[in-house]
């Protein structure tokens, strides 16, 4: 028996190192499946754009004083004249403190009044040798302090004054309320922008460049019926933090009757000539991965991936525009790229 229960133990030994050096599957067979796509460089020189239709000139609208709003007169979308009330603080605060800087100014009067007259008895009185010369200066000092504490009382009346013509809010100019955000009994402080009005006049289009591609001095706005010319006005002082991206302003040249009438806020199509210093490539949009280091793109070379930094140029509705570190003929991973990783082993399809 004992025999037999060494045989058994030896044999079963030997199974499981037996199925301990079985070959373990190979990684390429385990890797997934990509769709590969050949990079083409492109042949285009011009550049289209989506832009925005502004106005030239757009206000925040904001009180120069705070208090609680008691009248709201405007709505969004709504055309204003200049000067005309939009909103109205509750002004009995402003009225209290213009009546208290009233009677300040009338108690200022009459200390001065009461001064001049002190000062005046003194001086006929010196002239009689019936004051001291001390005292007479006195009431000049004390003269001058009147006169001083009027000043001051005339100031804070017409501070107060003007306070109460703050709690008014009109328009500046001529225009279109874009953004009315402001509501009866909302308390606001000063300088709070309640309101956004663009005024009217000329239209601008705002369009946004890829990070490295300087805005053209000209362009082409491409509407239904014909084209306006586009000439860049402002650029911005730095590329924007979040969106990589370079802002410009261009003004519609011939802004005049003949001129269409843009809707502020639409999306518009502009175009302009501008080829690219470096080679560009077209891509598929889901061959663009982007995981907090900016986008990439996967190439595939010896059955792995490996991710390249692009610049995005301009975007489609199925493929995007960009440059970077690439070649014509080189295969890329057209969709799926956010499963891979650095060096990773993949099957391309129909190989």
């Not at 009461?114 to 005046?120: E, S, T």
């Not at 969709?335 to 190989?351: D, E, F, K, P, S």
Request: charged share 20%; net charge negative; proline share 5%.
């Amino acid at each position: 028996m004992r025999a037999f229960v060494v045989c058994f133990t030896t044999a079963a030994a030997l199974l499981l190192t037996g199925c301990n050096n079985a070959a373990p599957p190979t990684t390429q067979s385990n890797a997934p499946i990509v769709k590969p796509w050949a990079l083409k460089t492109n042949q285009q020189s011009s550049l289209s754009l989506s832009g925005t239709v502004r106005a030239r000139t757009e206000t925040p609208l904001a009180f120069q004083v705070g208090g609680r709003i008691s009248e709201r007169l405007v709505d969004a979308g709504q055309s204003v004249d200049e000067g005309q009330t939009l909103f109205t603080l509750d002004p009995r605060d402003f009225r209290e403190q213009a009546q208290g800087a009233q009677a300040d100014l009338a108690a200022a009067n009459a200390a001065l009044r009461i001064a001049q007259a002190d000062l005046a008895r003194h001086q006929e009185l010196l002239q009689h040798n019936a004051v001291s010369k001390q005292a007479a200066e006195q009431a000049e000092l004390m003269l001058r302090e009147a006169r001083a504490r009027r000043e001051v009382a005339q100031t804070r009346l017409s501070q107060a004054e003007n306070a109460l013509d703050y709690a008014q809010l009109t328009a500046p100019a001529k225009g279109v309320l874009i953004e009315v955000n402001g509501q009866e009994g909302q308390v606001v402080t000063s300088g709070f922008a309640i309101a956004q009005l663009a005024h009217a006049g000329e239209r601008e289009v705002e369009v946004y460049f890829p990070e490295g591609l300087a805005p053209p001095e000209t362009g082409t706005l491409a509407l239904e019926q014909q084209a306006l010319r586009l000439t860049l006005r402002e650029t911005a002082g730095a590329v924007d933090p979040q969106s990589r991206t370079l802002r410009a302003r261009y003004a519609l040249s011939g802004n005049n009757a003949n001129t269409p009438k843009l809707q502020l806020g639409s999306v518009v199509r502009a175009q302009f000539n501008a080829p690219m210093n470096e080679t560009s490539f077209i891509v598929p949009l889901g061959a663009i991965n982007e995981r907090g280091n900016g986008p990439h793109v996967w190439r595939i070379q010896n059955e792995t991936v490996s991710p390249v930094p692009v610049s995005i140029i301009k975007i489609e509705s199925e493929t995007a525009l960009v440059k970077g570190p690439l070649e014509e003929g080189e295969q890329v991973v057209a969709i799926g790229t956010h499963l891979l990783q650095n060096n990773m082993a993949v099957r391309v399809q129909n190989q």
